[in-house]
């Protein structure tokens, strides 16, 4: 099967950077025609000429997804330009830089976290879905989460409460738009080394080789590893697909507090310890 999304409307939130710009790249590699929906001007300015110089058909609003009438305006845009969208990346998140328990954090830091992890979701969804139903050939909507929705996360349990909740507002949307033939999705990404989170400042170079070792695969996430499972969620390579978690991490997630250590990459669960590897 060739995949393709050639022909498809797909909007794309924060795609100034990271995933979103990885995903809006290869998206656009495929055919697609682009509605980018982003905060920032100077990096919605770079995706006009990016695209442009790419011959891509690109509708670069910048917009705070956080904002009903924003979204709303973006809505009628995207209708003006196009007239329809197949496929919706709810790429938008973020951490804020809070971490701290739950005793010191404040209402206003829970209201911070919930409108860009969870409650956009609910603003662009809504406003959009009306565009993907009027194809009648169904759609596609991915939300982005994180593999902290699948886990404890110590020193951010906001965050990661949302993260959780993203699960489920996926799994119930997935059912309530299955009659249109819009599957609902999520894709969870481990620590990706983006302009969010920048692994080369926080980790020394001297200590990588030990941190990319805390995940089966040896390294960090990079951008178009999550774009390529939008691409498959994009898709028709997976159009019997709804409701599901597709976790990208480098197999962290089922590897636990398991990790290689040299000189032989034995596996170890205590790495401190001489002698307590086991083959």
Known sequence: MQVSLENKVALITGAGAG?????????????????????????????RTQFASMHVEALVVQTDVCSVKQVE???????ARFGRLDVLVNNVGHHLGIFNQLTDSTEE?????????????????RAMIPLMRRSGNGGSI??????????????????????HAVTGFTRGLALELAIDRIRVNLIAPETTDTEQVPIGQFIKPENR???????????????????????????ELSGWVTGQSLIVDGGGLVGNIWQRVPP????????????????
């Open 73 to 79: 305006d973006l809505a009628r845009q995207i209708d």
């Open 142 to 163: 991915i939300n982005l989460s994180s593999i902290e929705g699948f886990r404890g996360y110590p020193l951010n349990v906001v965050y990661g409460t949302f993260k």
């Open 209 to 235: 080789a030990k941190a990319d070792r805390t995940l089966p695969l040896n390294r960090f996430g990079r951008p178009e590893d999550s774009a390529g499972a939008a691409v498959f969620l994009a898709s």
């Open 19 to 47: 995933i979103g710009r990885a995903t809006a790249e290869a998206f656009a590699s495929l055919g697609a025609k682009l509605a980018i929906a982003e905060i920032a001007p100077d990096k919605c300015e770079a995706l």
């Open 109 to 125: 830091q829970w209201q911070q976290l919930y409108d860009i992890n969870l409650r956009h979701m609910f603003i662009v969804s």
């Open 264 to 279: 032989d990459n034995r596996w170890t669960n205590l790495p401190f310890i001489t002698g307590a590897c086991n083959g």
